[in-house]
Nanobody
Framework: QVQLVESGGGLVQAGGSLRLSCAAS????????MGWFRQAPGKEREFVAAIKWTGGSTFYADSVKGRFTISRDNAKNTVYLQMNSLKPEDTAVYYC??????WGPGDYWGQGTQVTVSS
């Protein structure tokens, strides 16, 4: 079992920045690729970013490339999502997951953290 707890969400104006954190506990954190998804009201949950357990490979949705950066600190069992140049369409609940695409479908999930970007 892996427990994931997201934090760092909030309300920000368009063009602003936020950094999300996902703290993992339970099974060995370094065994997992980690990723972020998001779900806006009335929409399907969508992939945002992923990072391999070594941190050497990262993947991004086209909609966030160049604006978001995923990173991890295995010593702290934490994965981060730095979000810059935020847009109103980034408004969503952001979820942390283990074993994300392209390596898997997403196994364990956190409870989510709300990000709201005002125009």
């Amino acid at each position: 079992q892996v427990q994931l707890v997201e934090s760092g969400g909030g309300l920000v104006q368009a063009g602003g920045s936020l950094r999300l954190s996902c703290a993992a506990s339970g099974r060995t954190f370094t065994s997992y690729a980690m990723g972020w998804f998001r779900q806006a009201p009335g929409k399907e949950r969508e992939f945002v970013a992923a990072i391999k357990w070594t941190g050497g490979s990262t993947f991004y949705a086209d909609s966030v490339k160049g604006r978001f950066t995923i990173s991890r600190d295995n010593a702290k069992n934490t994965v981060y999502l730095q979000m810059n140049s935020l847009k109103p369409e980034d408004t969503a609940v952001y979820y942390c997951t283990t074993n994300p695409p392209p390596w898997g479908p997403g196994d364990y999930w956190g409870q989510g953290t709300q990000v709201t970007v005002s125009s």
